[in-house]
């Protein structure tokens, strides 16, 4: 009787043990799914939302090239995302500091950038160009930039072309502003003889805008556009992000995108 106790008591907990056994490794098995399954992954995007046509707010909803493109990347590669407007001067240390995974901002890939970050593949050429005043006539290159005031927005590669030029043409002062809009009313009001922004944008924005402005002259560089996440931290989401912009290429919705924004 004793043995035949002892009996169906190992027997009982060797199907206990099997038991918990099973539980763990249905456990461990949903662990592993999860952190394989992008569905269940957000990442935080940065973003000025200031910067029409590339990102913007209207009616209380994001809208842009950039909104729209990464948007249709987290789709193809089955991520979700969290949009983070900020000035786009902090959108940089943002990454840094841990506080984002993925920054798109119209952001010109430069090589001072990319001691900081990774860039995504070149996603849109865009290009600087000097804006003035609709009445004046006085600037048609940086050649006339001489003695001038000239406003920029600050962390832009349109700031980092203004310190180059001052010594070179003599440049008398640089103002810096945290948004396009304040910049683009300093122009207009006659506070700053000439502004540089990207083509794209300005263009956009005087064709939508009784903003009083006109570019003028060629533009100043060929400038391309990248996503970008912290240096060296997330190659594998960099991957998926050049996978999803290549799968939006190939399928014709990058092109509509673009059009949806900008008539090239």
């Known amino acids: 009787m004793k043995k035949i106790k002892i009996v169906s008591f190992l027997m009982a907990m060797m199907l206990v043990l099997a038991a918990c056994g099973t539980n763990n490794a249905a456990n461990n098995g949903g662990e592993e799914g ?12 940065g973003t000025d939302t200031t910067y029409p046509p590339f990102e913007f707010e209207e009616g209380g909803e994001y809208k842009g090239i950039d909104i729209d493109l990464i948007n249709a990347i987290a789709e193809e590669e089955g991520f979700e995302i969290e949009l ?20 798109i901002a119209g952001m010109s890939i430069t090589d001072d950038r990319k001691e900081k970050v990774d860039f995504s593949d070149p996603y849109f050429d865009a290009g600087l160009t000097l804006v003035v005043s609709e009445d004046n006539n006085d600037i048609t290159s940086i050649e006339d930039l001489e003695g001038k005031t000239v406003a920029v927005k600050n962390g832009t590669t349109g700031a980092d072309k203004a310190e180059e030029l ?17 910049m683009f009313q300093e122009v207009a009001n006659g506070n700053a003889d000439v502004l540089i922004e990207d083509y794209p944008v300005i263009a ?9 402005l006109k570019t003028v002259g060629d533009r100043l560089n060929g400038d391309q556009y990248g996503i970008a996440v912290l240096k060296g931290e997330n190659q594998e989401l960099l991957e998926k992000i050049n996978s999803g ?14 059009n949806t924004y900008l008539e090239e």
């Open 166 to 182: 001052k010594d070179e043409v003599g440049i008398a002062e640089i103002r810096q502003f945290n948004d396009s809009p304040s």
């Open 34 to 45: 999860g952190s394989g399954d992008d569905g269940g992954t957000t990442y935080t995007v």
């Open 245 to 258: 912009l290549q799968k939006l290429r190939d399928s014709g919705e990058y092109d509509e995108i673009i």
């Open 204 to 212: 956009y924005q005087i064709k939508t805008k009784d903003l009083g």
């Open 84 to 103: 983070k407007p900020m000035d786009f001067g902090g959108i940089i240390p943002a990454l840094q500091a841990d506080q984002l995974d993925v920054a």
